[in-house]
């Protein structure tokens, strides 16, 4: 555990998918949520244009609750080349980054004053990098991780962290490797099967985009 913990404060994230407007805001209220930061690389929706940044800062405040773009920052589609291998984004690199660290930096922060959910697109968060990505490093600070799922229903970090080695068939327990090994070991392995891939006009060995934050789009 890194020492600059938070003292337990709880920051939530939550998916857009296909909601309502209606349906999202309510999400919001039943958490008590005081603040958005949208960690999509591009805040745009096709299908679901409740959910494109202007219109939805606009509703946002009109509900009381503040809204801070950080998909430069926190976002999985990556300008630096720095953080690709090949045509593929990696997380382990992109988490290394100083434009990322400034962004879990100003989460940190802002986690003291108010009650943040993390917005990306996909409804589960073990399919999305908000977590497997940016909780994978929130996680160092002590803070307490609650995913806000689809049917609204909450669930902690934990134990979406379970329902991910359970999905990449990393055990829970190993002779060899410690826990933390292994949890680190899932992050990894479901970091490379969702991370997004720079697709090209022709590919010429198959390789076709991974799913992204944007995904639903």
């Given amino acids: ?22 349906v999202f805001a309510a999400l919001l209220r039943k958490n008590s949520i005081t603040a958005i930061a949208d960690v999509r690389s591009s805040p745009y929706s096709r ?13 946002l405040n009109e509900d009381g609750v503040r809204y801070v773009f950080l998909g430069r920052e926190l976002g999985a589609r990556r300008d630096e080349p ?8 990696r997380y382990e690199k992109i988490a290394e980054s100083p434009l990322f660290l400034e962004g879990i930096g100003r989460l940190l ?25 940016v909780c994978r490093t929130l996680r160092r600070y002590g803070l307490d991780l609650i995913h806000i799922l689809d049917d609204g229903n909450v669930e ?4 979406a962290e379970r329902r ?9 327990t190993d002779l060899f490797q410690s826990q933390d090994e292994l949890l680190e070991e899932a992050y990894r392995q479901q970091g490379l099967r ?8 022709e590919p010429s060995d198959g390789l076709a985009p991974a799913r992204s934050e944007d995904y639903l789009e």
């Avoid at 720095?82 to 984004?89: D, H, S, V």
């Avoid at 991910?164 to 829970?172: F, I, K, L, N, R």
Wanted: proline residues 4%; contains cysteine.
């Fill in 109 to 133: 922060k802002g986690a003291k004053e108010n009650r943040i959910a993390l917005l990306c697109a996909e409804k589960d968060p073990i399919t999305c990098h908000r977590m497997v990505l």
């Fill in 47 to 59: 299908f679901n244009p409740q959910f494109n940044r202007e219109l939805l800062e606009r509703m």
């Fill in 82 to 89: 720095e953080c690709y291998e090949g045509r593929q984004a």
């Fill in 156 to 159: 902690s970090n934990a134990d």
């Fill in 164 to 172: 991910m080695m359970s999905a990449t068939g990393v055990p829970e």
């Fill in 1 to 22: 555990m890194n020492e600059h913990t938070t003292d337990h404060l709880e920051l939530y994230t939550i998916g857009h998918s296909n909601h309502e407007w209606s």
């Fill in 194 to 201: 969702i991370a997004w891939v720079e697709p090209e006009d």
